[in-house]
């Protein structure tokens, strides 16, 4: 692209990316934290503390510096306020000026970038509330299947190239099968959730191409595996299980976002086959 040879102006975007993803972040806080409660988004409008449900004032939830400022603890009653909080600002911040970069460097299309961004927001509330409570709502997927399915037909009419819906579609079904088949063979293992989600990740990176689906597909097994020995290694866990498997799918899924094509293209050569 041209414009990364204009300095001023990446670094605004990047810049704005990173100030936006934070703001986002202090949102999907409240998301994580509602919506498996079963308490409204926009009732009370206001966010407010847990403990003695003062409603929280716009300088007192200020991403990251506001936390920082308060010493970590409720202005009201001195309750401390989880290092999560700044920490899931900081993840939506950062994983803005990722997708941002991602698309200044070549990665994709610009056009993938409202999904993406979308995305960065889904895969922070998805992985949070499946590690708390090892759920992945229908109500956040579905607004997300909505969305993404627009969004790529939408980048499809930017790019004019239909031809990567309709691979989107079968990646996804593709997926969705072999998640559904893995739930069969291996009870307990995934659960509808997972399967739904392996849906939504097959459009995402079955628009990008094959590279990044069959790459982002198999590395979240990598990266479960990983996770589930150092876990079992550290007795937070025993060989039945207890693991959420869709933060692995997630980070398996970004990096064929960012890196699937060129681990791809490597592979063909070491093996001799590019």
């Known amino acids: 692209m041209s414009i990364v040879n204009d300095t001023p ?10 100030v936006i993803g934070c703001i986002f972040g202090s ?28 409603p ?18 409720c202005r009201h009653c001195k309750e401390p306020i989880a290092v999560r909080y700044p920490i899931v600002e900081a993840l939506g911040g950062l994983s803005f000026l990722a997708v941002t970069l991602g698309a200044l460097f070549g990665a994709y ?5 409202p999904e993406l961004y979308v995305f960065a927001a889904v895969s922070i509330v998805i992985a949070y509330i499946d590690l708390d409570h090892h759920l992945i709502l229908n109500v956040v997927l ?13 980048a499809s009419l930017g790019t004019n190239e239909w031809n990567r819906l309709g691979r989107a579609v079968i990646c996804a079904i593709v997926l969705g ?23 939504i990740l097959g459009l995402i990176t079955g628009w990008l191409g094959w590279s990044q689906f069959i ?8 990266i479960g595996g990983f996770l589930s020995l150092v876990l079992i290694i550290g007795k937070k866990v025993d060989m039945h299980g207890g693991i959420p498997f869709g933060p692995s799918m997630l980070l398996g ?19 001799g086959l590019a």
């Open 109 to 113: 299309s610009p056009w993938i970038l």
């Open 177 to 199: 099968a072999f998640y559904l088949l893995l739930s069969i063979i291996w009870k307990g293992g995934m659960g509808d959730g997972d399967i739904k989600l392996a849906f």
């Open 253 to 271: 899924i970004w990096l064929g976002i960012f890196v699937g094509a060129p681990i791809a293209t490597l592979y063909l050569q070491v093996t």
């Open 56 to 73: 929280i004032a716009w300088y007192d939830n200020i991403p990251i510096i506001s936390w920082l400022v308060l010493g970590a603890k």
């Open 215 to 222: 790459i982002g597909a198999f590395a979240a097994f990598f």
């Open 142 to 154: 579905l607004p997300t299947l909505i969305a993404t399915l627009a969004l790529l037909a939408l």
């Open 27 to 54: 949102f999907l806080n409240v998301v994580i934290w509602r919506v498996p409660n079963h308490i409204s988004l926009v009732n009370p409008k206001r966010s407010f503390c847990p403990n003695c449900e003062a």
């Open 9 to 18: 102006t990446v670094v605004l975007l990047l810049v704005a990316s990173l």
